[in-house]
């Protein structure tokens, strides 16, 4: 069965902290994605990944393929960093196959 | 640009009531997909388009629901007839090429059937 598991599920930090969020992912992919949920329920794009890192701003990501694993760190953490953080993988080479984790509820308090 | 445009924002219906759901993606962009968010089971890709034609729709939950594209600057999902286990979140997303790039999300369209 093909799933995408994500640590930790909730998670409260305070402002500054650096944080790291987790996916694991069962099967092989070709690219990982990692989006941002807003608490209004809005979601952004924030990474498509197949190997490497990536960085943007505070937001860096991380992929290691042979270990189906993938990291989102956001460094000085801030409260309008609070969301919902989602990761989903491809596989298969097709856009259609995408499998998402469930989310980690990120909360960053001043 | 405006982003992806999706309406209505909110959809409040009732049983047995047709629904459609509206998505202009990014001019430019040739890939659209069609999400849904509940709280049971996250996000979940329903189907997508690439340069007009769907390309997989094996994530339509059931006949009730079907999508089309008549031209690259819109889509609809409809529903016919809604149930009340169909309230969710409807995405868009569009992207352009392979989707490589990241896609790009529209607001939501929140449905309700009571």
């Known amino acids: 069965k093909n799933e995408v598991e994500q640590s930790p599920q909730n998670l409260t930090a305070q402002e500054g902290e650096f944080i790291t969020i987790n996916c694991s992912y069962s099967?092989?992919?070709?690219?990982l994605h990692w989006l941002q949920q807003h608490p209004g329920g809005g979601i952004v794009s924030l990474f498509m990944?197949?190997?490497g890192k990536k960085k943007h701003g505070r937001l860096i990501a991380t992929i290691n393929i042979q270990e189906k694993h993938s990291s989102l760190h956001i460094t000085a953490s801030h409260p309008r960093d609070s969301a919902v953080y989602i990761c989903?993988?491809?596989?298969?080479?097709?856009?259609?196959?995408?499998?998402f984790g469930k989310g980690t509820k990120l909360s960053v308090k001043p | 640009d405006a982003g992806v445009i999706q309406s209505p924002r909110h959809e409040v219906t009732e049983m047995g009531q047709e629904v459609t759901l509206r998505c202009k993606p990014i001019?430019?962009?040739?890939?659209l997909f069609w999400y849904r968010q509940t709280m049971m089971r996250g996000l979940e890709l329903l189907i997508y388009?690439?340069?007009?034609?769907?390309?997989?729709d094996s994530g339509m939950p059931e006949d009730r629901f079907s999508a089309k594209m008549p031209n690259a600057s819109f889509s609809t999902l409809k529903i016919q007839p809604s149930e009340p286990r169909d309230s969710a979140v409807y995405f868009c997303?569009?992207?352009f090429g392979t989707g490589r790039g990241g896609q790009y999300f529209g607001p939501g369209t929140r449905l309700t059937v009571t």
């Open positions: 989903a993988v491809f596989y298969g080479g097709s856009q259609g196959n995408l499998i």
């Open positions: 997303a569009s992207s």
């Open positions: 001019s430019g962009h040739n890939s």
């Open positions: 990944l197949s190997s």
């Open positions: 099967v092989g992919i070709s690219a």
């Open positions: 388009f690439n340069n007009n034609v769907p390309i997989d």
